[in-house]
Structures are given as C-alpha cells and as structure tokens.
C-alpha cells in the first residue's frame, strides 16, 4: 500500500481519549479540531512549569538527496519504539507547508508505518496555523502602505520597505512585483516581492517565543522600513503587533495528532531550514518535554542547516540543551553522494557508497566534536541494501566509534525501531552530552559566519561584495552584533552549490544578501543562489493530487 493507503487505513482514537491516557491531560485542557487534532490550552501549559524536563533526542540526517533520507519517518518510528520498549516518549515535529508538499514532496507526515495522522489534514490546511501566520504578515504589510497613503507621518521612505507579503505556495513569478498600480488612489507604486510563509520573520518569530507578550513585543519589534535619515520604523510604531497577536492567539496553542500506533506528536510551527530556522516551535518542544520522559524532535535537512540552527538559534534562545542526537541515512543517499545516478542505485556499488559515507562522517564529527552530543547513526533500510554494503559502512564508520542501527520502522512500525530506541536510551545513560554552541554571543558577525563556514562546512573561505560587507559592519555598530546568525543557502551540499556532493573542503562561501530580522533575533545571511520563494518543478506534486469517485484523497505520499 501506498503512504496514503496505510494512513487512511489506521484505526485512529480520539485525541483527548490519547491525550489523558499517555500524557494525562483532560479533556478540559483541549480545544478539539474535531475527533483527532486538538490545540492544547496555553492556561493548563502554564501550570507545568515546575515539573522535570524528560530527555530531548535531535534527530537530524545527511545532505538530502532526491533519493531520500527518512528523517520525519525515523523520528515517528524512534517514538513508537520507545513506547514498545515501555517508555513514555512523544514526539516534536515541524508543521508541512503547502508548497513543497503540492511542488516536490508531495506530503511531510512520514511514511510506511511510521506516520503521524490524520495524515491528509496535516498536509494541508490543518489547524489553520500557517493561514493565521500569513494573515498576520500580511497585515503589517497593507499597514505599512496604508500609512503611506495616509499622508506617512512616520516619512517612511518608499524605497527602503523591506517587508514583504508572504503566500504559502511555491511561485517563482511572485519573487518580484511591482505593486499599487493604476493610479492615486491606490497608493504609491513601488518594487516589492513575495516570500513564501515559513520563510516569513513571523513564522521565526512564532517559533521562537514562549508566551503570548513575548510574540506580541517580538512582533512589535519587527523592522518594515526606513526613513530617509536611516532610522527603523517598527510593527510597534504602526501600532500593527496588537492586530497581529491578535489573529495568532489561537495558532500559538501547541497541536496534538498521533502516530500510527496512537502515541502522542506535537506539530506547530514550520520555517524551513534551507531559509529559515528549521525547527517546531519552543513551545510545543517545552511543554512536551514537561509531559514525556523522552522528546524526540527533528531538524530540517542536513545536520549543517538543521542541527546547526536548532543548536545556534533555538537552543541558545530558549535555553534547551539535547541530551543524544541520532544522524538519519540510507545506503541509497550515500551511494548518490558517492556519485550513483537515481536509476542505479538498487545496484551494490561499494565503491561509490565508501565515497558516500564521506558525507556521514562530517555531520557525525560536527555533532559530537563541534557540539558535544553524543550520537547514533540510523540507517533507514531499504530491501535492496546487501549485506556488503551494511557491512562496509559499519566498517567505515568503526574508527569513530558511533553505533550503527539498521531501522526498519517504514515496514515495520515501531518494532522495527526497538533497536534503535534501546541504542538511543543506552547512549544517554552512558554518555552525557557536553553540549556546546558554534559561536559564542559576542562574536561580532562576520566571524560567527567564518565560524559556521569554516567548522560546520569546512569551507575555507568567506566572501562578499563591498556592499554586503558594510551592511554587515553597519549592523555590527548598530547594536546587533550579539544575535546569532541564519545561514539560508542550499541543503543539497556543505558548500553553496547543490551540485557539490559528498563532503567538499576548501570551498568558499559567498554571502550574497544580509536581512535583519529584529523580532526573531537573528541575521539572515543568504548565500549563494537560495531563493525565500521557491519555484514549482517541472512536474510538481499538485499534478498527482486529486479526491478519487469516493471523495478520498489521492497522490499524496
């Protein structure tokens, strides 16, 4: 069967039955989405706050590959696991958005018997979070032309608007437009462009806080423009933040689903990590680790984007610390990386995986050595991996001195997944994590860029234009040197070319744009040929998607 087939096919229960049974939680606590998605109540979070933190595992994976790596499916696997070995455990993921799930994905629930369901709900329009976060973007934004039109006592100047309208759909042709056309009474024309909603400052922003006056003053703080002099106008001096807090009240409310076999997955909030921060939102990580003994969470794509920016950016905002991480591959990917085209790799071809196992080492080395965590490799089976292949890459791996699990929770649900949850619960007993940043706060920012490019990437290099420099220097002497920073460039590869697969060395990194984002607290340096409006593939996922006679959903996967 199909991912949709089996996901359609479980027996789900209702979510506050789930909801007291594994975590104790009342029906009195929930705000149901029908019978099984639920919003838990910010009132009851409030009231967890004295209790013990369970363990937090990260779970992240090699450079991506179009031949698949596992990691949302190895985390709802590991979670299942971890119940059947009679732990309490749930599990912390990233909200899917529309445009990858209708361009190339196709869907983000997992997959084979370890999904998160109602598995066709959360792959579209859910519990509403990401419309509520692109109506609050978007508000801002007619607010900032509003008061332009209005007479712009703030003397806003028109051509330094740096926010922009967000839609939560891959469309190249909205990455630049040219608004308020035809005429006074439209407004002041003026360039402006489209980014899509989990690259938005306020999905950041949303992701980050921990109470509702914390989004509020961080949405306040948000940057729109500047005047002729140079100086910010904020969200706050458009009085927008209240309105905006506003319409996300009700999306801040952590999310409740379960897995296929009915234990419990928190999914709220979705920046990408490619553009983004990567990372579910602090809220729904700390609350569940005040109501589970293990919290597994995930990070997007690679180590070098997602770990980095869950341990440089969530972490060191919100004070958590992961006690394990587990590195997510397949025989597959590592034979691509190795240089095996797509329709070659179900052939044994130890020669191109030795090459492979290149990249795995490097995010393993930068998980344990560059921040302290101890770490397991899961190996996410398929049926044509050979039993050369399983033993090269235990042998490759033997001079580090991680353990190597083979999973098979795609197949097999959480049983296929005991082993790798007796190894992740082993390693936290006996190897404590020393848990480090890359880069300490006050290292100004171009060298926290030299940091994650040199340590994380193993570049040798950093460049940019004479103007991106004095933006950065500007931003140094303007007080915002303590921020972390936001790498945006391709998951594809260490380096900024998607081509350059492996683990490359002495590239360089070239820094094409540097945003500041005030309310999330970071700056975003956007490398390379990144783009925070992705474009639709040739055939995209929406082609696929359609309700069959029976009205069911079809070509998700």
């Not at 948000?222 to 100086?231: C, S």
């Not at 995930?298 to 440089?312: C, H, P, S, V």
């Not at 480090?436 to 460049?463: F, G, H, N, R």
Request: glycine residues 10%.
């Amino acid at each position: 069967m199909s991912d949709i087939e089996i996901a359609q096919n479980a027996k789900m229960k209702r979510i506050a039955t789930l909801a007291e049974d594994k975590l104790g939680i009342s029906d009195e606590h929930l705000e149901p989405y029908g019978h099984y998605k639920a919003k838990i109540s910010l009132d009851y979070l409030d009231t967890l706050k004295d209790r013990p933190d369970g363990k937090l595992i990260l779970v992240t994976a090699i450079s991506p590959t179009p031949a698949g790596e596992g990691k949302t499916t190895t985390s709802v696997g590991l979670t299942d696991g971890l119940n059947r070995i009679g732990k309490k455990a749930a599990v912390c993921l990233r909200e899917p958005s529309l445009g990858p799930c209708f361009g190339m994905k196709g869907g983000a629930a997992g997959g084979g018997y370890a999904q998160v369901v109602p598995m066709e709900d959360i792959n579209l329009h859910f519990t509403g979070d990401f419309h509520a976060i692109g109506l609050a973007n978007n508000l801002l934004a007619a607010l900032v032309d509003n008061h332009i039109h209005h007479g712009n006592s703030l003397e806003i100047d028109v051509r330094r608007v740096v926010w922009k309208r967000v839609v939560d759909m891959n469309d190249r042709s909205l990455r630049e437009t040219t608004i308020a056309l035809g005429g006074l009474r439209n407004g002041f024309p003026r360039a402006d462009g489209f980014d899509i909603v989990v690259a938005s400052e306020v999905m950041a922003i949303f992701c980050l806080a921990t109470s509702l006056k914390e989004l509020k003053d961080r949405l306040g703080n948000i940057i729109v423009g500047y005047t002729r002099k140079r100086q910010a106008v904020r969200a706050r001096d458009l009085n927008a933040h209240g309105a905006m807090t506003v319409l996300l009240k009700d999306a801040f409310k952590p999310n409740l689903v379960q897995t296929l076999e009915g234990n419990m997955a928190f999914i709220h909030g979705g920046p990408f990590a490619n553009i983004a921060h990567g990372c579910n939102s602090v809220i729904a990580t700390k609350s569940a680790l005040k109501l589970a003994d293990y919290v597994i969470t995930e990070a997007g794509f690679g180590a070098d984007l997602g770990a980095e920016k869950f341990i440089d950016i969530k972490c060191r905002k919100s004070g958590l610390k992961p006690d394990a991480s587990v590195v997510v591959a397949t025989i597959r990917a590592l034979k691509y990386h190795g240089g095996v085209g797509l329709k070659d790799l179900a052939e044994e071809n130890l020669v191109a995986l030795g090459k492979g196992i290149k990249n795995l080492e490097r995010h393993v080395r930068n998980l344990r050595d560059h921040w302290g965590l101890p770490c397991i490799v899961a190996i996410n089976r398929f049926t044509a991996d050979t039993d050369a292949e399983i033993a090269l890459l235990r042998q490759k791996l033997g001079h580090l001195q991680v353990e190597v699990v083979l999973a098979e929770h795609w197949a097999k649900g959480g049983e296929g997944a005991e082993d790798l949850a007796r190894a992740v619960v082993d390693v936290i007993e006996k190897c404590p994590a020393s848990f480090e940043l890359t880069y300490e706060d006050e290292l100004p920012l171009w060298q926290k860029m030299e940091a994650v490019a040199k340590k994380i990437y193993s570049a040798s290099e950093v460049i940019a234009d004479s103007k991106v420099v004095a933006e950065v220097k500007r931003l140094q002497e303007s007080g915002f040197g303590h921020y972390p920073i936001c790498v945006a460039k391709t998951q594809f590869s260490f380096s900024t070319d998607p081509k350059l697969l492996g683990a490359p060395e002495d590239h360089v990194v070239k820094v094409r744009e540097v945003r500041l984002a005030v309310g999330a607290e970071f700056i975003i340096m956007i490398c390379g040929d990144i783009m925070t409006m992705p474009g639709l593939p040739k055939v995209p996922a929406a082609e696929r998607i359609d309700l069959d006679e029976d009205g069911k959903v079809v070509g998700l996967f």
